[in-house]
C-alpha cells in the first residue's frame, strides 16, 4: 500500500506527506523511480511510536450490587358458620396461633343477611392466652389501636381488622346477648403471617468498565503501548480471554465481562448473600509479553441491612452489627430491631378516700411500642378491686380513650405487681391514668412502664473469634 509520493529535488533531498499517519512503530519501506520507471530496492524505515514506554498496569476495582430484601408472607384462611336465633344471647370464639419467629395481621369477615344487626347487636373481643392459662381481653369494641369493626360496603358483611400481632395464643371472641332478626353467619378468618426469619431477596445488577473505571487507588488502568492490552479473566483455575464476552460464575452471583473490560454483575438475590463479596481476577495482556494482574470485588449490599465494611481487607464479608455493637457470636439473622426501655412513671399516695395520677409518655418516630403497664404497691391486691388504668392517644392536639383496664384484668407478671400489655402502639404521645379506690389506711402505688419498640427489617448479625459474616 502506497502511503504517499514526492519529487526527489535537484539536491537529492525530498519530503514525502502520508496520507495516513504512521506512529506505532511500523516497518516502512521507501523506494525511487527514474524517468524510465526503474525502482530501486526498498530503504527499511521505522516509524516513531511516542507510546512505546508506556506499561501495562491494572488497578483493583471496587463495586457494589444490591439485593432488596422482603419477608416471606403467607396467607392462611379458616372458614366456618353458625345461626343466630331471634333475641338469643350467643358467644362464638374463632382461637389461633402465631408460631414463634412470625407476625400475623389478622381479618375475620362475618357474612350475614343481617349483617348491620350483626354490627349493633354483637361485641367483638380480641383475647391472648397470658402465662397461667388464663384468657386476657387486649381490646373490645369497634374501635381502637388493636381492633377495628367496620360494615363492609354492601352492607352485606362485618370485617374485623386486628392490629399486626406477635407470637403467642389468641383468640377472636364474638359476643351477643342477642339479635333482632334470626340470621345465620358464614365465618373467614384470614392470617396474613409474617416470618422474622425468611426472607426473599431481589437483586439488582452492577456494571462498569474494569479498564477505565477509577480503581480503589483512584487511577485507570494503562494498557501499555499503542493501549492495545486486553483483558483475560480468572475463569476455574486459568485465564481466558474475555473476547466479546465471558461469563464467570461466582459465589454469590455471576460476572460476564469482555476484552474491553465492560462487565456486569448480577447477584443470586438470597438473602444469605447480603454483606459477603465477591472476587474476581483479570489480567492486562499486551502483544509485547506486558502481563498485569489485578482483582474486581464486588460487595453485596442491601437497604434493609446496615453493614461494617472493611477499609483495609477488599475480600473481607461485612460485620453486621446490631443497636449494642455486639461483636460476641456469628451468626447472621434478620429481625425486625427491638428496643425495650423501663421506667417508673410514679408513685401515687393512695388515700381513704382514693387517688387518680395521670402520666405521659410517647412511642418514638418510625417504630411500633407494645407497652406494657405494671402496678405494685404493699396493698395491691387489696387495692386491684378498685383500680382502673386507662391508656389515651394524642389525636389532633387532644388525648382520645385507646382503653379501659380494671384491676381485675391485670396479671401477675412477677416480682409482686400486677399489669397488662397494650399492643401495636403507633408512633405518638400518650396518657396512662391510673385510678384507685380507697383503703381503711393509706398506702402508695407505683406505676411502671416498660415499653418494646419495634423497627422493620434492620440486619442483625456478629461476630465471633475474628471472623466476619
Excluded: C
Amino acid at each position: 500500500m502506497v502511503l504517499g509520493t514526492a519529487t526527489v529535488a535537484s539536491n537529492g533531498s525530498f519530503s514525502v506527506n502520508l496520507n495516513a499517519a504512521q506512529l506505532k512503530g511500523q516497518a516502512l519501506s521507501v523506494t525511487l523511480t527514474d524517468s524510465a520507471g526503474n525502482v530501486s530496492a526498498g530503504a527499511a524505515v521505522v516509524a516513531p511510536n511516542p507510546n512505546a514506554s508506556l506499561p501495562v498496569i491494572a488497578t483493583d476495582n471496587l463495586a457494589q450490587a444490591e439485593v432488596a430484601l422482603a419477608p416471606v408472607v403467607a396467607r392462611q384462611s379458616y372458614s366456618d358458620s353458625f345461626s343466630a336465633a331471634l333475641n338469643t344471647s350467643f358467644t362464638q370464639y374463632y382461637t389461633f396461633n402465631i408460631a414463634s419467629g412470625t407476625t400475623a395481621h389478622p381479618v375475620l369477615t362475618l357474612t350475614s343477611a343481617n349483617a348491620v344487626g350483626l354490627l349493633n347487636g354483637a361485641t367483638v373481643s380480641l383475647q391472648v392466652k397470658n402465662a397461667a392459662g388464663a384468657w386476657v381481653t387486649l381490646a373490645s369494641g369497634n374501635s381502637s389501636s388493636l381492633l377495628q369493626v367496620s360494615l363492609l360496603t354492601g352492607g352485606a358483611a362485618v370485617q374485623a381488622n386486628l392490629a399486626t400481632l406477635q407470637a403467642g395464643d389468641y383468640r377472636i371472641a364474638l359476643n351477643s346477648t342477642g339479635l333482632n332478626l334470626a340470621t345465620s353467619v358464614a365465618s373467614q378468618l384470614q392470617l396474613d403471617v409474617t416470618s422474622l426469619t425468611q426472607f426473599t431477596g431481589t437483586p439488582t445488577a452492577v456494571s462498569g468498565n474494569l479498564v477505565t473505571d477509577l480503581g480503589v487507588n483512584g487511577q485507570a488502568d494503562s494498557l501499555g503501548p499503542d493501549q492495545s492490552a486486553t483483558v483475560s479473566i480468572l475463569k476455574g483455575s486459568s485465564y481466558v480471554a474475555a473476547g466479546s464476552g465471558t461469563t464467570v460464575q461466582g459465589l454469590y452471583g455471576t460476572l460476564t465481562i469482555d476484552g474491553a473490560g465492560n462487565y456486569t454483575y448480577t447477584p443470586t438475590g438470597t438473602a444469605s448473600s447480603v454483606g459477603k463479596v465477591d472476587t474476581f481476577t483479570y489480567e492486562l495482556v499486551h502483544s509485547n509479553g506486558l502481563v498485569s494482574t489485578a482483582r474486581l470485588y464486588v460487595r453485596i449490599d442491601s437497604p434493609q441491612a446496615t453493614e461494617t465494611w472493611s477499609n483495609t481487607n477488599l475480600g473481607a464479608n461485612a460485620t453486621v452489627v446490631d443497636a449494642t455493637n455486639d461483636v460476641a457470636s456469628s451468626a447472621l439473622t434478620l429481625v425486625p430491631r427491638e428496643v425495650v426501655t423501663t421506667s417508673t412513671l410514679g408513685t401515687q399516695s393512695v388515700l381513704v378516700g382514693g387517688s387518680s395520677a395521670t402520666y405521659t409518655t410517647s412511642v418514638a418516630a418510625g417504630t411500633t411500642g407494645d407497652l406494657t403497664i405494671s402496678l405494685s404497691s404493699a396493698n395491691l391486691l387489696s387495692l386491684l378491686g378498685s383500680v382502673q388504668v386507662q391508656l389515651y392517644q394524642q389525636i389532633n392536639g387532644s388525648y382520645q380513650l385507646v382503653r379501659t383496664i380494671s384491676g381485675s384484668s391485670l396479671v401477675a407478671i412477677g416480682g409482686g405487681a400486677y399489669g397488662v400489655t397494650v399492643q401495636g402502639q403507633v408512633a405518638g404521645n400518650y396518657q396512662i391514668k391510673v385510678t384507685s379506690g380507697g383503703l381503711g389506711v393509706a398506702t402508695s402505688l407505683t406505676t411502671t412502664l416498660d415499653q418494646h419498640r419495634n423497627r422493620a427489617w434492620p440486619v442483625r448479625g456478629r461476630q465471633r473469634n475474628g471472623g466476619q459474616r
